[in-house]
């Protein structure tokens, strides 16, 4: 959802892959000593109910519990953990096919980490969507001048926007056509949906933009109730 901080999370954990937590925060129990490192949203970080500085490296001792709690700023975090360097054979790290880690899971890292936090705010945790005029750009204008909420519907597959639906023309039947991640697609009613990495690749509905590269990382820090705005990209 934010490659950004994924990718940030990974380096100063030295792994290549991460825990992607969502909104509704992470219990784990510590079954020995350890580190990760967690980047994302900004929310509360404990460990034994004591306060952890965020966006950068924590650590842990066996026995400990950590919380991983509600975003204040954003809605995604990625924690990787020092020594994991690959998905468990379960397959548990998986998104597309739906596997997710449950309850009494037990993910496996070794080792330490120098303790090492960002040196600026996340720049993906605020900002308007810049966005490319899609294969129904005529729809554009419509799009970039309404103001949209973020629904509680959301989850990777895409984020349902609420606003005054826009007047959709009688655009006939529209063929399945490829679509990219971070599309934005209207639905029959007329109000955005944002499709997210776990979306489908085709889709029969139109679309009047895609979000640029760089704004594409926002999709991910975007939670229920957050006000949003399009700025079409200027060249």
Not at 23 to 30: E, M, N, S, Y
Not at 207 to 220: C, L, M, V
């Amino acid at each position: 959802m934010d490659r950004t901080a994924w990718r940030l999370a990974t380096q100063m954990a030295g792994t290549s892959v991460a825990l992607e937590v969502g909104p509704f925060g992470l219990i784990a129990q510590a079954t020995t000593d350890g580190a990760f490192a967690i980047v994302g949203a900004e929310r509360p970080v404990l460990v034994s109910g004591q306060p952890q500085e965020g966006q950068g490296v924590v650590r842990y001792r066996e026995g400990d519990t950590v919380e991983i709690g509600y975003p204040s700023r954003g809605a995604w975090s990625y924690l990787a953990l020092a020594g994991l360097t690959s998905p468990a054979e379960s397959g548990w790290l998986g998104s597309v096919s739906s596997v997710r880690v449950q309850r009494g899971d037990l993910i496996t890292g070794r080792g330490t980490l120098p303790l090492r936090r960002l040196a600026e705010p996340l720049s993906t945790l605020e900002g308007p969507l810049v966005v490319l005029p899609g294969p129904h750009k005529e729809l554009l204008s419509a799009l970039v001048s309404a103001e949209w909420r973020v629904s509680p519907t959301m989850d990777r597959t895409g984020i349902r926007l609420e606003g005054t639906a826009l007047p959709l023309p009688d655009m006939g039947s529209i063929p399945s056509e490829p679509q990219v991640i971070a599309t934005v697609q209207l639905t029959t009613g007329g109000t955005p949906i944002l499709i997210g990495p776990d979306g489908p690749t085709i889709g029969g509905y139109p679309k009047p933009a895609i979000i640029a590269d760089g704004s594409r990382d926002r999709i991910g820090q975007l939670k229920p109730g957050d006000k949003l705005a399009f700025v079409e990209h200027s060249t």
